[in-house]
């Protein structure tokens, strides 16, 4: 096993009374990308935080590189972070905003231009105060901000909320980059479709706890079957009498537990013509994502369903 | 897995010594003058110094025209305007939420404060650098032409130039203890106002000459100080500068800087209307950009991401 450049060790954080993130624990390896999934609320911001040393746990150790955030002495130089790209002083010129987080953790003034270059952002935003960026532009600033220091791990919060989709893919190939080369990335989403494509490695938070995590390939082909069949009441029915939970997907289909020879014969059993018959691929995870997103909650059902 | 296998100490020494001092002092003088406010901040304290000598000038009876009464008069907008400065570098750091990246570059909250007051303290005196030559200039031109035209003795000097220094510590000292820039703003200048008046009334005459700013400061300008006078300037300080400087560096170091939740006057709407994300409002406050606030109604046609906004 490679060694942890993240590693989040049983966080728990309780704000206002309520249990934000509940015994949360995972690790990021160099050369990986890892995609942390859940919808917003689901205690993806707070997990964060405390692993950038803003935010105190109630339980549990955040480690970057090995040691709690706070303890790496210049960490712009070895950790790139992107908590919340609207986090910018609206009166402060693009550059400038660089510019000042350069000096602070002693970096070449030149390297913001480069920066400035390798997000897209031209000399004429460059210039503009940051009050005037669209979300995307603040977006491609403070990415730019986070590899400022040249850092060896990258924590982003929700990089590509506000990027269009020819955006998206550049940040993605930026991302794919930055781990091929021996970094470590740490990025936040609701939406699955924004990591799958980038992700080597899923972690799935909702209510505050970890239901699901593991490697993209492992997750997405899933044990489960997905069935269809014309006659959905029958089907129901015909699972329920073989004693199989089901979960209805989107487009009208079930994921069952189950290998598809077993879902075949309770079918047979309760005399249903099914349409379709399969292993699940990647049906289930994407169930868990749209049912988290969709605020409902993650029982141990929908856990199961992935596995 | 020991952290020890993971990073060894030498890894993490290698990677950069921790900014210094004097780094921080450099760019917490920078983020004064790099913003908007706090540009037109300055420009407005040279231009009203300016405009204070030239009035003094023709204003002061002659034998007033000395360079100890055009200087007291030269440093006035510097001590109004300049602690707003210093409450921005505090609160804006909040307000705007830059204090996310303040603290993640710099984990360790005391060190920025110490910074910024450093920073300060720097401003106020090259502010000073500036009302000593405009003192001068005006004296030049205007003074009667007598002996005592010039006199200025060191130490009045040095209470001149305490006389600038202490309020902008009082605004940093107001900035972190509300860590928000109009109610700051606001209190910095009635608060003292408020107990200036009540000082005037009979029963409270003397706890005032204590503790009422604009008493106790004013012989700063006047002459040297008596021991009874530094005492006094001394319980005042206590209470407008130790107390907000104390209860600032407990909050600054304590609070969440998410700001959303503790920033109702930001964010209140947000509950109100439900379906908009900080970010989104943000992007439509100041939006001019009309693909900017369709953000938001974009995103929330896909799924109720709006809808749980944290």
């Known amino acids: ?307 | 897995m020991s952290t020890a296998t993971i990073v060894s100490p030498r890894a993490v020494r290698a990677a950069g010594a921790r900014p210094g001092l004097a780094r921080l002092t450099a760019v917490e003088l920078r983020k004064m003058t790099d913003t908007r406010a706090g540009f037109w901040l300055l420009v407005a304290t040279v231009a009203l110094t300016a405009l204070v000598v030239v009035v003094a000038g023709f204003a002061l009876d002659e034998q007033d025209r000395t360079l100890r009464r055009i200087l007291s008069i030269a440093v006035q907008p510097a001590t109004i305007v300049l602690p707003i400065v210093g409450i921005l570098l505090v609160s804006s750091e909040w307000s705007q939420r830059t204090a996310l990246l303040t603290f993640t570059l710099v984990p360790d909250r005391t060190r920025v404060l110490i910074a910024k007051l450093l920073a300060s303290v720097v401003l106020a005196l090259v502010a000073l650098q500036i009302c000593l030559a405009a003192a001068a200039l005006g004296t030049a031109v205007a003074a009667p032409g007598t002996a005592d035209d010039w006199s200025l003795s060191a130490g009045l000097v040095g209470q001149v130039a305490l006389y600038v220094v202490l309020p902008m510590i009082i605004g940093v000292g107001f900035g972190a203890m509300l860590l928000s820039s109009a109610p700051a703003i606001v209190l910095y200048f009635v608060l003292p106002t408020a107990w200036s008046a009540l000082g005037s009334l009979e029963p409270l005459e003397a706890p005032a000459r204590w503790l009422d700013q604009a008493r106790t400061m004013e012989p700063m300008l006047e002459h040297a100080m008596s021991g009874t006078e530094w005492a006094r300037l001394g319980t005042t300080l206590a209470l407008w500068m130790l107390v907000p400087l104390l209860v600032g560096l407990w909050r600054v170091t304590r609070s969440d800087v998410r700001g959303r939740a503790r920033q109702p006057d930001r964010w209140r709407g947000a509950s109100r209307s439900g379906s908009i994300p900080p970010w989104g409002r943000q992007a439509q406050r100041h939006d001019s950009d009309p693909s900017r606030s369709s953000t938001c109604a974009r995103r929330s046609s896909r799924s109720s991401i709006c809808a749980t906004a944290p």
Request: with cysteine; hydrophobic share 45%.
């Open chain 1, 1 to 307: 096993m490679l060694v942890a450049m993240i590693e989040s060790e049983g966080l728990s954080k309780r704000l206002g009374g309520r249990i934000v993130v509940d015994d949360v624990s995972f690790r990021c390896e160099p050369g990986t990308v890892t995609g942390f999934l859940g919808p917003n609320g689901a205690g993806k911001t707070t997990t964060l935080r405390m692993l950038c040393g803003l935010l105190a746990p109630d339980a549990g150790v955040a480690t970057v590189l090995g040691v709690r955030y706070r303890e790496l002495p210049n960490p712009g130089r070895r950790v790139g972070i992107l908590l919340d790209a609207a986090a910018q002083h609206g009166g402060r010129r693009g550059r400038e905003a660089l510019a000042v987080s350069a000096q602070t953790m002693s970096v070449d003034e030149r390297r913001v231009d480069e920066l400035l270059g390798l997000v897209g952002l031209d000399r004429s935003a460059a210039r503009r105060r940051v009050r005037q960026y669209s979300l995307g532009m603040r977006q491609r600033l403070g990415l730019a901000h986070a590899l400022l220091g040249d850092p060896e791990v990258l924590i982003l919060d929700e990089p590509a909320n506000g990027l269009d989709p020819e955006g998206m893919r550049w940040m993605r190939e930026l991302l794919r980059d930055f781990a091929d080369r021996g970094g470590t990335v740490l990025l936040s989403s609701h939406l699955l479709y924004e990591v799958e494509a980038i992700a080597d490695w899923l972690v799935i938070i909702g209510g505050g706890r970890i239901v699901a995590q593991g490697g993209r390939s492992e997750l997405l082909s899933g044990s489960g079957t997905l069935v269809h069949a014309s006659d959905e009441q029958a089907l129901i029915a015909a699972l329920a009498a073989a004693g199989l939970p089901a979960t209805a997907t989107t487009d009208g289909g079930f994921i069952v537990d189950a290998e598809p020879e077993r879902v075949g014969r309770a079918a047979l059993a309760g005399d249903v013509a099914l349409s379709r018959l399969g292993p699940s691929e990647s049906a289930g995870l994407e169930q868990l994502s749209f049912d988290l997103t969709s605020g409902v909650a993650a029982g141990p059902d929908l856990v199961e369903a992935i596995r």
